[in-house]
Each structure stands twice: as C-alpha cells, then as structure tokens.
C-alpha cells in the first residue's frame, strides 16, 4: 500500500497475479514475472513498466510497514485485506481497481455496515435545499435500517452523515486521506463522532493527504461497498457526478434528487434524469423502493443479524455466549469463558461481528442490541431473541452467504441475497 | 354539436359511420343504421343507446344552428369541420373521440400555429417558482418559432401564454366552454390579447359553460394538438396529469419540469419522472430537442411559411400576389385583383392561410411578416423572399404534405415531415 499510489491497477494486476507477498519480492528484487510484462505491454495504452518498478521499489524502500501498523493500532485504526472477516466482498468487483487494503477507525463493523447501504453523495456547495434534503435523506435511511456511505466533505455529505448521528446510528465515512487525518478540518468532531457510531475508512496508509486525484479515486470505493448511490445535489461537473459513473459502471442502482430547474446546483442531477441514468427519487423510501429487495425491506424492518443463531458452528456459538452483553471483554478473557483457543476466538469474532452479533467497543467486544426501527422512529427492543428452530416465516430463501451483495444483475428477478431473521 | 355534449364517443362513432348529415336525419327521424345499434351493444359496457338517442333528439330539436353560426360571425367567432383548411388533421388521431367540428375566434391559423407546437400545462395553484417557469418556456419557445397551446387556466396556464404575448407571439387557448365565454373571467383581458394575436378554441358551442368533466374532455385537444405536452408543475391529484396521460396515449411527446422535493406542487412531475413516463426538461432548448424534427429544428429557425412558392398553383400564386402586405383587403377586393372568381378565392385564401403565408386581420387578409428568432431574440426581417427553384439548402425531404403531423412512432428514425424553407 505504500509503494504504489491508491487505485494503481497495474499493482492490482500485479497482485492479483501473484499474490501480495510474491509482489512485494518481485518488486524488491525489480523483477517482474515476464508473462506479466509481456501482457502489460500489450494493453492499449501501454505504461512505462520500468519507470513504475522503480517508483515501486523506492517508495517500497523507503517504507516501514510495521512501525505503520504500531502507529495505526496505538490510535484505535486497524488495517484490513481481501480475505479477513470484515472485508467487504462487494469490493471484488472492483478487479485490478480493488483496493489493496482498507485502513479503518471505529465501532461499526465494516462489512456488515454495508450490507444494507447506500451511499448519499452530493455537491459540496451545497444549498439550503440540498443541505436539508440530505439530512432528511440520513434521518429517514437511518430510522429503516440503511446505513449510510459517504465522503465526509462539506454540503452534502456532511449534512447526510450529521443526519445519521442525529439518528443516533452508524455511517461509513470514506475519505481520500489518512483515516489520521480530517480532512476538511472543519469535519474533526464529526469524524470523532463516527469513530464512535461508524467508521471511518481510507485506502490511503496513514499521513497519506489528500488530492483531487485521489478523491476521484476514493469515489469508487463510495460507489462499490453500496448498493446504491443517490445524488442529492450536483451542479453540471460536480465530483458527485464522477461516483454516479462509477455507480453505473458497478451496475450498482442509481438515483438523484431533483430541484428547482432555475439553481445551478441542481442541474447535474438533472442531467442524470433526463439521459434515464438515474431514477428520480424523492424520498428516503422511494430510495429503498429502489435498492431494497423484496422480502427484505418491504415488511417492516428489523435490524437483526444477517445470520440466524442455529447456523452458526458449535465453537463460535460459545465464542457468542461468551461475549458480554455490556461493558467488553476481550480476546483472550472470552477465549476462557468459552473454553475455546485463542485462535478459534479470535476467528470466531470476526465471522460473529461481520454477522452483526457482536461490537467493537474500547475494552474489546460485547453483543449489540438490535433496534427495530419502522416508520416513523421505532423503539429498540431487547437483545436479539433467537428464532424457533422452524421455518422462517417471512419471504426470503433459506440463508446462504450472508456477505452475497446483490447488484442490479442479480437483484432481478427479485430475491435470494439478503436473509432477514 | 348541439345534440352531443362534447367528448361523446358514440355520437363519434355515429358520425364516423355514416357522415354528420346523414346522423342529423337518423336522430330526427330517432332511428340509428340497425348495424349500428348491434355494435354499440356489443361494447364492453354498452350505454343506454335508446337513451342517449332521445337526448340528441331533444337537443337537436332545442338547437338553432343557423343563429349560432350567425351569432357566431358577428361576434368574429368561426366553426370549422373536418375536411377544412383550417382543420388541424391530427386531430383525426383521436378517432371517435375525435371534436366534431370546433369554434374559433382569433387572427392565427389554427393549422398552421399547430404546426410547430408544444402545449404547457400544470397546476391552477401554481407557486411562484412554477409561474415564473412557465412565463420562461412561453418566451423562450415562442423565440424560437414555436407555439404554445395551453388551457387559459388560471397558474401555469396563465403565465406562459402571458409570457408568449409579451413576445409578441401567437398563442393556442382550448377552452372548456363556448369561445364568446371568459372562464375564468379573471382572464378576460388575457382572451381579448390573445384573440388580438392567436386565436381561441373550443369544442362546445357558443354560450355553454365549464364544467369539470369539460375541462377533463378538453385535455385531450390540448394534447392532440401539440407534438408534445410538458408539464411544469403539477400536484398528485392535478388535472395537468390528465393531459400528461392524453398526450401518452396519443404518442405525443411528454416532458416534465422537476422541482423541490419539498414542494406538493412538483410531486406529480417528479411522479412522472420517477416512472419514466415523462422525460425531464430543464428548459425550453431542452424541450425543443424533444420535440423537434431533425433539420428541421437544429439549424437556426426561420418562421417562414410552410410550403415553398414554386409549390404553389397558378391560381393560388395569384391570389397571394393580390393579398397586401400592410392594412388587409377581404376575399371580393382580392379576387378582383388577381382576376379569379371568388369562389377560387376563397379556398386559395385557406390554403394560404395553413400554409403561413397569409394571415387575418379585422380588414381581411395581409402577409404575414416572416420573423427570424434564433438564441436570444433576434430581429425581424423583411417580407419573405421568395427562394430560388432550386433545392432547398436545408436537409428535409421535399415537401409533401405541410401537415403531415409527426408524432413519436414517426418520428423515429427523425425526418420526413416537416418541411421548411
């Protein structure tokens, strides 16, 4: 992640060839495989592919990966691959664009966030309008369930995820910078505020400051770990136009709230309206209409574990019961009450906090409370109760991958990815 | 016209199958063609026909046709029927809900101001926001050599065939009730200008009043007239979404102007728009790329007449030389001038009248002065000057029909309908 820039896809082609460990050898050793040469000459716009072996190697050089993650973990961020438990899958279908890593700072686990999410992007000159409509949009996304995607700018975004706060519920925050550092500055308690509630997300290792380049760049991840995107303002060359194409070419579904036609800031989205690129919507519920799959989101809501108990192995049931319902325990303290290795533990945790049951806290994890929110604000029930070893009675097929991310492909016909229990 | 209410299908038929004098006999004698009356009960929901027979009978005989078409004159009121110069040949589209003849009054050619027209419709209870939207399409497509029809309703109605007067343009105002009658009486001014510069029509005979079912069954002249409809702003529940549907079922064109979210008065557009019924226009370029027919719109407008001169027969061609340019001389004076019978005259003077060459005015007839509007408002030229008989410098086909009415299914692939010079 420090030797090649974010959203390097000769590097993602690299590894993804060779796997991460091999790539940083050949890159030490400044020896690419040559089938991988010979294919990358052949592209259309052929890259200077020594010019970037060396770029990789010095910056490779003059790296420190482990003081990097000393550094990450002593601030409460942590470091995540393809592969580990709370690596959103969605973001596969990035191919050579996929992120290497993602560096990660708060309480929501990130997998699990977006497995119901959308993103809310917008201009950031925003209006009185758009400012309000946005925060509409992540109070009424919330109160249902949705958990907001966005980047943490002025306008818009900041006004979506303030609306989520309020709502006292979780946001992604995706930034083009280290998660080390708030950008804009002005975003600082806010960015503390979903460490608390959310997580913030970055491709960039920290100290890592942000450029245009790289807000482009970040915008598709916005666009890849959601189901959907909204835009809620943009003028005609807005950047939130660049993650409503990205969106599209993710086959993910696209939606932009229309304005008056006399404010400028309005008319990116409605551009996107009238060349049929995007639905018109102008709701939260008409958003979840959009992104929502039958059987899920239609009856009301409950924000349950995507995972019912019964399926879970032997050993990382006793991991769950282990975990306390308040306060936080630890790997290790939970390993002994669960009479269960260390190892088992900590994989176990994983799985168990991808699937919603457990949260991160400061002394380490403890169960989260499942809300049920409906329209209008519902009240939170009890801890989660376990279903009836019976059939489930509402509409959706028999779960199978909890993490399968239905796109505008698969998501018609209608149904099959998103088991509610 | 005085036996059947307007919109009535059955008389429609009636007339369709056996022409309107001979259904004038069947209805004085109260006997309908056998074959008829087995059709009509074999309707899905057959109406009462021995009924509805006993009504015309009864109209008919209350009626006094020759003091209506006398009153009519001398209020400056005309009727015209199919099969006339001026009759507007896509109304034929609306089959047997086709008018069975209409009541104008106003100095524009109806055929030929329909020629090029889009109908703006939207809410009574107009905001601010949509009046001024409505007063800018008026002006801007009347700039541009197009005419606006529209209801003469109070909101969006009023304020774009305000905003078209102010450009000194002809306006098409379909009424629900008699043409001698202001509804609202609000608009009485507005009628009188509109008389002055377009021209007023209605369905119902001289002296009959709006009702809410002739509001809904005037819609659909509103849409047949025009190529294509946009709505600016429009409620739920609001009867500019009537017209919106008319114009679907008639293939026309249909556009909507977005607006706040936040504002009732938009969320029948935004309906529309979300189920993409109606494509979203920002303005009225937008519009007339919609609408427009290739070659024929995008190059710069000419508002000149519809059929070039060498077009013409002899006889016509003198008659148009002995129409003048300034005051206006009436058919008798004319056909001394050209040295052609009158009856000759007459017929020339509609065909000259549809195909834009000549227009009314309180002394007879006059030239019409040819107007140039391009982006933004341009000058006006002289006289029309003849084209050399060469071929035409733009790319439409050679003229055929100058009424041949394009709607969406001929429209695509573009061209062949409209010709200009």
């Known amino acids: 992640?420090?030797?090649?820039?974010?959203?390097?896809?000769?590097?993602?082609?690299?590894?993804?060839?060779?796997?991460?460990?091999?790539?940083?050898?050949?890159?030490?050793?400044?020896?690419?495989?040559?089938?991988?040469?010979?294919?990358?000459?052949?592209?259309?716009?052929?890259?200077?592919?020594?010019?970037?072996?060396?770029?990789?190697?010095?910056?490779?050089?003059?790296?420190?990966?482990?003081?990097?993650?000393?550094?990450?973990?002593?601030?409460?961020?942590?470091?995540?691959?393809?592969?580990?438990?709370?690596?959103?899958?969605?973001?596969?279908?990035?191919?050579?664009?996929?992120?290497?890593?993602?560096?990660?700072?708060?309480?929501?686990?990130?997998?699990?966030?977006?497995l119901r999410s959308v993103a809310v992007v917008g201009a950031r000159a925003a209006t009185a309008y758009g400012a309000h409509v946005a925060a509409q949009f992540g109070v009424g996304l919330s109160e249902s369930g949705w958990t907001v995607v966005s980047g943490g700018a002025f306008g818009i975004d900041g006004a979506v995820h303030r609306g989520v706060l309020a709502s006292e519920s979780p946001t992604v925050v995706v930034l083009a910078c280290g998660v080390d550092i708030a950008y804009p500055s002005e975003h600082h308690a806010l960015f503390a505020a979903v460490r608390d509630q959310g997580v913030i997300v970055s491709e960039c290792p920290p100290g890592v400051h942000p450029t245009r380049a790289r807000f482009l760049i970040r915008n598709r991840l916005i666009a890849a770990l959601s189901r959907g995107t909204v835009v809620v303002e943009a003028a005609l060359r807005s950047g939130a136009l660049n993650t409503a194409t990205h969106a599209l070419s993710l086959k993910r579904h696209l939606a932009a709230v229309p304005g008056p036609i006399t404010s400028a800031q309005s008319a990116g989205c409605h551009r996107l309206l009238r060349d049929q690129k995007a639905t018109c919507v102008t709701s939260p519920e008409e958003l979840i209409d959009l992104v929502g799959v039958m059987g899920d989101d239609l009856a009301p809501l409950r924000r349950a574990p995507a995972l019912p108990r019964d399926a879970l192995s032997e050993s990382t049931r006793r991991v769950l019961d282990a975990v306390p319902a308040r306060g936080g325990a630890g790997p290790a303290s939970i390993a002994v009450a669960a009479g269960v290795d260390l190892n088992t533990v900590l994989s176990a945790l994983g799985g168990l906090a991808a699937a919603g049951y457990i949260e991160r806290v400061p002394k380490g994890w403890r169960t989260r409370r499942t809300a049920s929110p409906v329209y209008p604000k519902a009240q939170e029930t009890l801890a989660f109760n376990t279903p009836p070893p019976s059939a489930p009675t509402d509409h959706t097929p028999p779960p199978t991958d909890p993490d399968q991310f239905p796109t505008t492909e698969s998501a018609s016909p209608r149904g099959g990815a998103m088991p509610v229990v």
Chains 1, 2 share one sequence.
């Open 1 to 114: 992640m420090r030797a090649a820039d974010v959203g390097d896809t000769i590097m993602g082609r690299l590894v993804s060839r060779c796997g991460a460990i091999q790539a940083v050898e050949a890159i030490r050793a400044r020896t690419l495989p040559p089938d991988f040469a010979a294919r990358e000459a052949a592209e259309e716009r052929p890259a200077d592919l020594g010019r970037r072996l060396s770029t990789w190697h010095a910056r490779l050089t003059a790296s420190d990966p482990v003081s990097d993650l000393v550094a990450g973990e002593r601030s409460g961020a942590r470091l995540i691959i393809p592969g580990d438990a709370e690596w959103p899958t969605q973001l596969d279908q990035l191919g050579a664009a996929r992120p290497l890593g993602l560096w990660l700072h708060g309480s929501a686990d990130l997998r699990f966030s977006c």
